[in-house]
């Protein structure tokens, strides 16, 4: 546990947040502030080494040392559809339900959210110096903003402007078709329907959709990644092809940014994002470097007959490692 706090103690009024993944989930405590929640205690845990999400949280608030009687709300940002009150992991077996959490950690407010939804609420908090910007742009005043996260799947959400305030909303566009801009998509676009039936952005951008570019990027055998676990193939991907030590792990990289920033400006027209295009999840953070040589910006911003305004839109790449946690602490604040 990273306990940010000397003392746990002295809290007689928390906030518990959670930013449930198919592959790994982080739970927090903090503290209302009067510009965004501050962290208290915050532990990442890898999702499916428990059978629920209760079980999870009574290992965290037990060694946190905290009662229920202390928190006095929470919210959870889970990957998948939130249908009244509950939702189904996508890449995962949890089924996460507010009122039985609720019950369990004797809070009256708790709150679910799709995960993007929850790293949406971040998004207005976040300062300059946890921002990388990829585009300048010039941000129009009463303009909405969008959202776009790679990571073991790829989460899609849009602030919309209203009254001077904005408002998260969360979509399954990552489920949404895979569109082939060239003759090389043309190829994956083949691939993904032969095996899958069907071909979803998500299946090329997400680590998952990284290993199946990898495949289709190699003839044979790849020697320069040797990772025996599945989970562990994005990141050796990545690390060969930023390395150089495979033309395929390049290649695989390169279809890999260019989808993502082509679906990014696909994310930032249906959504009229004037006011921005923020891009987080973990993967971004570690392929930095190539979202960052132009390769993604210019699959970004070829969208003719709008190409003036898509060089108009602000990208910037969310560098704090947590922005949904920190998004479900401040839904958690003003519920």
């Known amino acids: 546990m990273r306990m940010i706090a000397k003392s746990i103690v002295k809290y007689h009024s928390m906030l518990l947040a959670g930013d449930i993944g198919g592959t790994k989930t982080l739970l927090g405590l903090f503290e209302?502030?009067?510009?965004?929640?501050?962290?208290?205690?915050?532990?990442?845990f890898a999702t499916l080494d428990y059978r629920h999400l209760a079980d999870m949280l009574s290992a965290f608030t037990t060694e946190a040392g905290v009662k229920g009687a202390a928190i006095e709300a929470a919210c959870f940002g889970v990957a998948g559809p939130v249908v009244g009150e509950t939702v189904q992991l996508t890449n995962g077996p949890w089924r996460v339900d507010a009122r039985a959490l609720a019950a369990l950690l004797n809070v009256r407010r708790v709150a679910i959210l799709n995960d993007l939804q929850a790293m949406a609420f971040a998004v207005p908090v976040l300062q300059s110096g946890e921002l990388r910007v990829l585009?300048?742009?010039s941000a129009l005043a009463g303009g909405n903003m969008a959202l776009?996260?790679?990571?073991?799947?790829?989460?899609?959400?849009?602030?919309?402007?209203?009254?001077?305030?904005?408002?998260?909303?969360?979509s399954e566009g990552g489920h949404a078709d895979f569109a082939a801009r060239t003759e090389r998509d043309v190829t994956v676009l083949r691939d993904l329907v032969q095996r899958y039936g069907r071909a979803e952005v998500e299946q090329v951008v997400s680590g998952p959709g990284l290993v199946n570019l990898h495949r289709i990027t190699h003839a044979g055998p790849c020697v320069a990644v040797d990772a025996t676990n599945p989970r562990d193939l994005p990141a050796a991907i990545t690390r060969a092809a930023l390395e150089r030590r495979c033309a395929g792990c390049v290649d695989a990289l390169a279809i890999f940014v260019e989808a993502y920033g082509a679906e990014a400006g696909n994310l930032a027209l249906r959504t009229l994002s004037t006011g921005g295009l923020f891009i987080g999840g973990g993967i971004a953070r570690k392929i930095l470097p190539a979202l960052a040589d132009g390769r993604?910006?210019?699959?970004?911003?070829?969208?003719a007959p709008f190409a003036g305004l898509m060089a108009a839109i602000p990208v910037k790449v969310i560098l704090n490692p947590e922005p949904g946690l920190l998004g479900a602490a401040v839904y958690a604040a003003s519920s």
């Open 32 to 44: 209302a502030g009067p510009s965004r929640p501050r962290p208290i205690a915050i532990r990442a």
């Open 135 to 137: 585009q300048e742009g």
């Open 296 to 303: 993604f910006m210019k699959a970004f911003c070829e969208k």
């Open 148 to 170: 776009i996260a790679a990571g073991t799947g790829l989460g899609e959400a849009w602030l919309h402007e209203v009254d001077g305030r904005f408002v998260p909303s969360p």
